[in-house]
Nanobody, 118 residues
């Protein structure tokens, strides 16, 4: 499984960005996809996740501002980020997690940098 993320960049506080992540390879319909982020000096944290059925999970810090969505036909996950804050500045990593024969595997895309200026 390979993941290709895009959409990062520089934006002013209050602005918006949309991240995309396309997965390829052997992907099961039960796979969970989502985004983590890591700011300098901080641990990687979960931002949002979505199941193939559309169930979502968000970090408290982004609820009401970020929206995760998914196109199962394209194996692509999106993260719409609105009302961005300087503290959202981080490298964002998409991931895909799926299980086979009771064994869970997690795949990561290369990070994409989001910089929010004040």
């Amino acid at each position: 499984v390979q993941l290709q993320a895009s959409g990062g960049g520089l934006v002013q506080a209050g602005g918006s960005l949309r991240l995309s992540c396309a997965a390829s390879g052997s992907i099961f319909s039960s796979a969970v996809m989502g985004w983590y982020r890591q700011a300098p000096g901080n641990q990687r944290e979960l931002v949002a996740a979505i199941t193939s059925a559309g169930s979502t999970n968000y970090a408290d810090s982004v609820k009401g501002r970020f929206t995760i969505s998914r196109d199962n036909d394209k194996n692509t996950v999106y993260l719409q980020m609105n009302s961005l804050k300087p503290e959202d500045t981080a490298v964002y990593y998409c991931y895909l997690r799926q299980s086979t024969s009771g064994r869970s595997s997690t795949y990561w895309g290369k990070g994409t940098l989001v910089t929010v200026s004040s």
